[in-house]
């Protein structure tokens, strides 16, 4: 699968010397908050003991809703949602989000990778390929699948909690397993 989103990043600031009127800080890559966090606010320091050894986190992209908040969160968490997000893209995105709130993004992790379905054209097109997947097609001559109305079954997956979907930006959607 190749990756075609954006790579979560922080910007990390001094707050010493915001608090003193100047913009110290820099974008790095989320993925690598929890080392590099530390060691930027070392350097500052060293640089510049006036400003003290705070650091804050001003902006972010890459995150969608996905993002934990605030200006001092944890940095290991950070760094694994980030990682989560490079690994697995939009669907992560939207997981994420859908798992709003959760404390533990090692859960949240945990619990996409076993949810995670895969990516369709829609709900219907999931419903032929689980059905086709689980040989239920199988046990059906040829001449009466066309009878079968998947888009049916695929709406009473959904309506009876056994998925959700989430639309792709753009085209199609995400498929989960809700029963994890």
């Given at each position: 699968?190749?990756?075609?989103?954006?790579?979560?990043?922080?910007?990390?600031?001094?707050?010493?010397?915001?608090?003193?009127?100047?913009?110290?800080?820099?974008?790095?890559?989320?993925?690598?908050?929890?080392?590099?966090?530390?060691?930027?606010?070392?350097?500052?320091?060293?640089?510049?003991?006036?400003?003290?050894d705070e650091w804050f986190?001003?902006?972010?992209?890459?995150?969608?809703?996905?993002?934990?908040?605030?200006?001092?969160?944890?940095?290991?968490?950070l760094a694994k949602l980030?990682?989560?997000?490079?690994?697995?893209?939009?669907?992560?995105?939207?997981?994420?989000?859908?798992?709003?709130?959760?404390?533990?993004?090692?859960?949240?992790?945990?619990?996409?990778?076993?949810?995670?379905?895969?990516?369709?054209?829609?709900?219907?097109?999931?419903?032929?390929?689980?059905?086709?997947?689980?040989?239920?097609?199988?046990?059906?001559?040829?001449?009466?699948?066309?009878?079968?109305?998947?888009?049916?079954?695929?709406?009473?997956?959904?309506?009876?909690?056994?998925?959700?979907?989430?639309?792709?930006?753009?085209?199609?959607?995400?498929?989960?397993?809700?029963?994890?």
């Open positions: 699968m190749t990756a075609t989103h954006e790579v979560p990043r922080i910007w990390v600031g001094c707050l010493g010397a915001y608090n003193a009127g100047v913009l110290l800080g820099e974008w790095i890559d989320a993925t690598e908050a929890d080392t590099k966090v530390n060691e930027l606010n070392a350097d500052w320091y060293k640089e510049n003991p006036e400003f003290g986190i001003a902006d972010h992209e890459g995150f969608g809703n996905a993002w934990p908040g605030g200006e001092w969160p944890d940095l290991d968490n980030a990682e989560a997000l490079e690994e697995h893209g939009e669907a992560f995105k939207a997981y994420a989000e859908y798992e709003d709130g959760a404390d533990d993004i090692i859960e949240v992790i945990k619990k996409f990778e076993e949810a995670y379905l895969g990516d369709y054209e829609n709900v219907t097109e999931y419903a032929w390929d689980f059905l086709e997947d689980t040989g239920a097609l199988a046990e059906i001559p040829d001449y009466l699948v066309n009878y079968f109305d998947f888009k049916a079954y695929g709406r009473d997956l959904e309506h009876n909690g056994d998925i959700f979907a989430v639309e792709k930006k753009g085209f199609g959607v995400h498929i989960f397993n809700n029963h994890v």
